[in-house]
């Protein structure tokens, strides 16, 4: 992985990119013939199949989507499968690579191997919690703390395999004791457990990280970022696209190919059997539309953030304030209007004045976590009286 990183983008596919190419069609294909022919199970059989081998796949799969709340093997299949094209287009310079994927760093394999390590090692440690009647936060980790560090301190095992076990031993049993402990009983929208915990976690592993700087310190040489192909315009196309890579940003992918596959996947499965996603809600389609629009009026509401920063964070309410209204209130079109809307005026400025305050040895992305939370504690109230 390290000669990967190292090398410089090339115009052309090597015979290691056709074969991984290759074998990824002709997993989605089979992926898919599997899908057809064999009825689909939904998220009830899975939680009731517990501790069943098949069950835990499947669960610890959905974890990967669990941040858009889809909780859906395809759906995260198809977020890695996107995510690796955008990346193999990124470092092969191709026109069509959307917005390069982890911000341009060249980290991405990095980055997803510390979040999927941080990922098994939670379940390992923690999946005891779950049963059939009792959702636990264990996808926590993928979406927070060993991404976050890969991209503070750089590749290379060291700190991928740090950012993986801290994760695993800070963030999620955070997560459980706030979801469990305080959320549950005070009969408040779990979201906020879950993104508390993370900032909860993510503080303390990085006044770790400061106190006892071996643990990231290493001789990773960071890669050459490609040149940008052109400056953005940020006119009607380029909103659009922004709106969809949106959908992947939680996770650091941030990259229109992997949204596509994040979407594909879920309404294949929704297809397939539409109490499958989304815990079984059957609002999947409600929750992608105002996720969508959301994400659209933050867009517009703060281009000119988006000019002046290069970045801003208007995926926070669609993680958080919006998907929380929706399943908490139905999909009715008040719900969905009133949530999105609110989360767009909202969460994005609270994200970016909490992060500029923060001490330059944290991560940005707490300050967006926590204005998850807040952002939910405050509209997902309002919503509920809007709708009644």
């Not at 199970?41 to 799969?61: K, Q």
């Not at 800070?170 to 997560?175: A, E, F, H, Q, S």
């Not at 719900?335 to 040895?361: K, N, T, Y």
Request: contains cysteine.
């Amino acid at each position: 992985m390290m000669e990967i990183l190292l090398e410089k983008p090339s115009l052309h596919c090597s015979r290691a990119d056709k074969t991984v190419i290759a074998l990824g069609a002709a997993s989605a294909l089979l992926i898919l013939w599997i899908a057809l022919t064999h009825p689909w199970p939904g998220y009830v059989d899975m939680v009731t199949s517990l501790p069943h081998p098949s069950a835990w796949l499947r669960w610890v799969l959905g974890d990967i989507s669990e941040v858009a709340f889809y909780k859906h093997e395809l759906a995260s299949l198809g977020l890695l499968g996107g995510a690796y094209l955008a990346w193999w287009a990124s470092r092969t310079g191709k026109s069509w690579q959307g917005f390069a994927i982890s911000y341009g760093t060249g980290l991405w394999p990095w980055l997803v191997t510390s979040s999927l390590l941080g990922l098994l090692l939670s379940n390992a440690l923690w999946g005891w919690t779950v049963t059939a009647s009792t959702w636990q936060p264990t996808f926590a980790a993928f979406v927070s703390l060993p991404a976050a560090m890969v991209l503070m301190f750089g590749g290379g095992w060291k700190v991928t395999l740090n950012g993986a076990v801290l994760g695993a031993l800070l963030v999620t049993p955070m997560c459980l004791l706030i979801v469990n402990y305080i959320c549950v009983p005070l009969g408040l929208p779990v979201v906020i457990g879950n993104v508390l915990g993370m900032a909860v976690g993510s503080v303390i592993a990085f006044v770790l990280c400061r106190r006892v700087p071996i643990l990231v310190r290493s001789h990773y040489i960071a890669p050459i970022k490609p040149a940008p192909l052109k400056p953005p315009s940020y006119g009607v196309v380029w909103s659009a696209r922004r709106v969809l890579a949106d959908f992947s940003e939680a996770p650091f992918f941030g990259n229109e190919l992997a949204s596509l596959g994040l979407l594909a996947g879920v309404l294949l499965a929704y297809a397939l059997n539409p109490m499958s996603p989304a815990y079984g809600s059957g609002l999947i389609v409600h929750l992608i539309g105002a996720q969508a629009l959301t994400s659209a009026l933050g867009v517009v509401i703060w281009r000119h953030q988006w000019i002046k920063r290069g970045w801003y964070p208007t995926y926070v309410p669609l993680v958080s304030v919006v998907p929380a209204a929706v399943l908490t209130y139905g999909g009715s079109w008040v719900v969905m209007g009133s949530s999105a809307l609110l989360g767009a005026l909202v969460a994005p400025p609270l994200a970016c004045a909490i992060a500029g305050r923060l001490p330059a040895h944290f991560h940005p992305y707490i300050g967006n976590v926590i204005s998850m939370a807040l952002s939910t504690l405050m509209v997902v109230p309002l919503v509920g009286w809007l709708a009644v």
